[in-house]
T-cell receptor, first 113, second 112 residues
Framework: DQQVKQNSPSLSVQEGRISILNCDYT??????FLWYKKYPAEGPTFLIS???IKDKNEDGRFTVFLNKSAKHLSLHIVPSQPGDSAVYFC????????????WGLGTSLAVNP | DSGVTQTPKHLITATGQRVTLRCSPR?????VYWYQQSLDQGLQFLIH???????AKGNILERFSAQQFPDLHSELNLSSLELGDSALYFC???????????FGQGTRLTVV
């Protein structure tokens, strides 16, 4: 049972435009959410996180939005750059599961010049 | 560079064999996590150690075991290897087991 779902396996956007990556979750106990970026043959790199007490967190070109009632979060990248092309993973955790990260299957983003 | 070191980077071995993957966490990090990523699969959590003690277990097979040593490095032992064990194995570390974890570059295991 996939508790964290990234329903779009891939996304393609033009350089300079906005990239929106989506993530849905089923466990209402999740209270902390993270986004990671992964290049081929490398380990995932932490990008940005958000606590369930917030609905938005911003770091440079990256903004994560959390809609708890919809159990949905999204990562916005503005403006998108070719170097952003990677697989993006959404992960969630809560104190009740010993802070074990539960991962989505990832969305492959291609930013075209 | 995340500061997490995994060795070896690549490993090719035969079915039925046993291998050991090694992970050195970032300086100061007490938590070590092991993940498996197979083809077309997301990251599957295997096991979490905190300061030498097992904290959580995920989908880790009985043929697999791990430990964290007093110097905080960790080893993942995979035995009686099968073709389906071929995957990327990632180690990650964090300060306390909460918040973001930092990943190593992974060990690519190929079982032939």
């Amino acid at each position: 049972d996939q508790q964290v779902k990234q329903n779009s396996p891939s996304l393609s956007v033009q350089e300079g435009r906005i990239s929106i990556l989506n993530c849905d979750y089923t466990n209402s106990m999740f209270d902390y959410f993270l986004w990671y970026k992964k290049y081929p043959a490398e380990g995932p790199t932490f990008l940005i996180s958000i606590s369930s007490i917030k609905d938005k967190n911003e770091d440079g070109r990256f903004t994560v939005f959390l809609n708890k009632s919809a159990k949905h979060l999204s990562l916005h990248i503005v403006p998108s750059q070719p170097g952003d092309s990677a697989v993006y993973f959404c992960a969630a955790t809560n104190a009740g599961n010993n802070r074990k990260l539960i991962w989505g299957l990832g969305t492959s983003l291609a930013v075209n010049p | 560079d995340s500061g997490v070191t995994q060795t070896p980077k690549h490993l090719i071995t035969a079915t039925g064999q046993r291998v050991t993957l090694r992970c050195s966490p970032r300086s100061g990090d007490l938590s070590v996590y092991w993940y498996q990523q197979s083809l077309d699969q997301g990251l599957q959590f295997l096991i979490h150690y905190y300061n030498g003690e097992e904290r959580a277990k995920g989908n880790i097979l009985e043929r697999f075991s791990a430990q964290q040593f007093p110097d905080l490095h960790s080893e993942l032992n995979l035995s009686s290897l099968e073709l389906g064990d071929s995957a990327l194995y990632f180690c990650a570390s964090s300060v306390s087991g909460q918040g973001a974890a930092f990943f190593g570059q992974g060990t690519r295991l190929t079982v032939v």
